[in-house]
């Protein structure tokens, strides 16, 4: 990796920059306990992330299902979820609690992390969530986002190798001048194979105790971060301003 | 237009946002001086937007030319122009000159203006310019968007209905639920052909002395103000919070 040739930051987002387990089961919480549920939110919570999204973007890019949004998606498990489960919300009750991933909380250093960073590279969200959820949850949890960027935009999701290339092409740049920032190994294997820079960020918490090993073993990344803040003090001493 | 309704606005930049004469002119003028070229920087400004931009895109939403966005639209009108008038650069230094559109400058009240409508709006850009531009424009100069949408998403410009509507879309929202902030007539029109809710602010000095009236005569349009920050007080009494 050549880093001052970087210009360009592209950061994963659920698991990366916000919480998504721990927001998810205070929010499953809070709607149980206001309904008298007795549920199990951290299995409620790593279905919906694992049956909901995970498994069915997999469907989207083999064309066994239509385009649907990370939204759509959301909604379709949390139906399925509620009937088998033999809970009951009305739509608009539904409706709210799928937007509680509009409503993700992001990691203790995600802020500062990221406007340390803006100061030296342009920095842009490469999620598969929807233009919709990234923009909501930005503007709520105070997160500073150079650009917005989606699967939505491309009509694939990660880790397909037409995202990482098309994100690098909008941002007028190529693959090589942009890094993906990730805590999967997947996507960050997906975004080396499209030709970026890639920089891994340990969020070992993500799926609580007992989840995958990440990053798996001998994985061929090009810095290895703790967090945000890390992340910036380790690309800061290579770096060239953008502007 | 109910305008509690609106939860998005949406904002032209070329012109609305930014004033691209000035810019051009003033960055024409340093080149001129440098080369010690005699230009009538006043008439390249006008034609290299008027031949380069909008002309341009008229051809490529009929079809008659391939896919391109605006950054290549500018650079071939550009070299045009260069050729014409007998003026030489080389590749780099056409390159930089034409990325003067990712360098235009606010208008006075634009940061001020946008700081106040963010905290009731999602605040977003909705322009012909492609995304690359329009991000390294923001972070130039200080203007804090939620979210970057561009024409090139939708591979067509404005005012055709589908960029429009897919903005709307791509918020999570209905057209009525959204507003186009603009100072030209047709755009603010086809937002309205569109669903959209329409704000027309006046910019008269971006096409020089004797440009074109606007807004044109009769144009129904649901707010009328001078600039940005009147803009944020004419929507203030009438508006909810989204968040």
């Given at each position: 990796?050549?880093?001052?040739?970087?210009?360009?930051?592209?950061?994963?987002?659920?698991?990366?920059?916000?919480?998504?387990?721990?927001?998810v089961i205070a929010e499953g919480v809070?709607?149980?306990?206001?309904?008298?549920?007795?549920?199990?939110?951290?299995?409620f919570a790593d279905r919906w992330r694992l049956e909901g999204y995970i498994?069915?973007?997999?469907?989207?890019?083999?064309?066994?299902?239509?385009?649907?949004?990370?939204?759509q998606l959301h909604r379709q498990k949390l139906d399925d979820l509620l009937a088998e489960l033999k809970l009951s919300l009305s739509d608009a009750e539904a409706e709210h609690f799928n937007q509680v991933w509009h409503r993700l909380l992001p990691f203790a250093d995600s802020r500062a992390g990221l406007e340390m960073l803006r100061e030296r590279y342009v920095v842009c969200t490469l999620s598969n969530g929807n233009i919709a959820?990234?923009?909501?949850m930005a503007k709520r949890a105070g997160l500073r986002w150079d650009c917005i960027l989606s699967a939505e935009i491309f009509r694939k999701?990660?880790?397909d190798?037409?995202?990482?290339?098309?994100?690098?092409?909008?941002?007028g740049l190529k693959p090589s001048e942009t890094m993906l920032?990730?805590?999967?190994?997947?996507?960050?294997l997906g975004a080396r194979a499209a030709g970026l820079a890639t920089a891994f960020v340990g969020r070992p918490q993500q799926w609580g105790v007992g989840g995958p090993l990440e990053p798996r073993p001998d994985t061929p990344f090009d810095v290895y971060a703790t967090d945000f803040v890390n992340l910036a003090t380790k690309l800061e001493a290579m770096a060239e301003p953008l502007f």
């Open positions: 990796m050549n880093t001052p040739r970087i210009k360009a930051l592209l950061f994963d987002v659920f698991g990366t920059v916000v919480d998504w387990r721990a927001s809070a709607l149980g306990s206001a309904k008298g549920w007795c549920v199990d939110w951290e299995t498994q069915s973007m997999v469907k989207v890019n083999a064309g066994e299902w239509p385009w649907m949004n990370v939204d959820l990234l923009t909501n999701y990660k880790p190798g037409s995202v990482y290339r098309g994100a690098a092409e909008m941002l920032v990730a805590s999967h190994t997947s996507d960050l």
